[in-house]
T-cell receptor, first 114, second 115 residues
Framework: AQSVAQPEDQVNVAEGNPLTVKCTYS??????LFWYVQYPNRGLQFLLK??????LVKGSYGFEAEFNKSQTSFHLKKPSALVSDSALYFC????????????FGTGTRLLVSP | DAGVTQSPTHLIKTRGQHVTLRCSPI?????VSWYQQVLGQGPQFIFQ???????GRGNFPDRFSARQFPNYSSELNVNALLLGDSALYLC??????????????FGEGSRLTVL
């Protein structure tokens, strides 16, 4: 079965520093990978996706993610963190059963301090 | 353009009651999916509907049911509520056709509290 793992419950970073939120995946076949962000008491907002092609994917709000097939990872990155980036981040993979089901990780809370 | 809209935003029920949650997808989207997000966890897939047909069902008991209407809006019904059903219920829409690579657009959710 398709799955993703987010090994860190929380990531702390100072404003202006680079940030990385980690995700590893386990899939059969080629992975369709996604990152979503959730602000308090809100729904999920799409950040970016990897389907095929360039291993470095650029998304919304200055975020990017690097797909690494050999390490089965899809880490989310941003060169310079903002306090407003503080939120809950979810990595997800598309299920292979043919319909559009996403399997989500447990989430990583990002806290950016001023 | 309006995004995915869900109602109600918050509701409180007691054990054994029934609840109906509603969702309107983005205009032009024909697929609606429902997810349950328990506090501290990632969203879990419940159902997907496309063109009024159920396309997928997650590992949830038969107390959970859903349907999609001709205008592509959807309802999620939960019978005989249990305390463990307390969660944020998220609706997501997508075009649903084969050109779609799986990106979902989520509503703000309906927060259900069961007492």
């Amino acid at each position: 079965a398709q799955s993703v793992a987010q090994p860190e419950d929380q990531v702390n970073v100072a404003e202006g520093n680079p940030l990385t939120v980690k995700c590893t995946y386990s899939v059969s076949g080629n992975p369709y990978l996604f990152w979503y962000v959730q602000y308090p008491n809100r729904g999920l907002q799409f950040l970016l996706k990897y389907i095929t092609g360039d291993n470095l994917v650029k998304g919304s709000y200055g975020f990017e993610a690097e797909f690494n097939k050999s390490q089965t990872s899809f880490h989310l990155k941003k060169p310079s963190a903002l306090v407003s980036d503080s939120a809950l981040y979810f990595c997800a993979v598309r299920d292979i059963t043919g319909f559009q089901k996403l399997v989500f990780g447990t989430g990583t809370r990002l806290l950016v301090s001023p | 353009d309006a995004g995915v809209t869900q109602s109600p935003t918050h509701l409180i029920k007691t054990r054994g009651q029934h609840v109906t949650l509603r969702c309107s997808p983005i205009s032009g989207h024909k697929s609606v999916s429902w997810y349950q997000q328990v506090l501290g966890q990632g969203p879990q897939f419940i159902f997907q509907y496309y063109e009024k047909e159920e396309r997928g069902r997650g590992n949830f008991p038969d107390r959970f049911s859903a349907r999609q209407f001709p205008n592509y809006s959807s309802e999620l019904n939960v019978n005989a509520l249990l305390l463990g059903d307390s969660a944020l219920y998220l609706c997501a829409s997508s075009s649903g056709d084969t050109t779609n690579t799986g990106e979902l657009f989520f509503g703000e959710g309906s927060r259900l509290t069961v007492l």
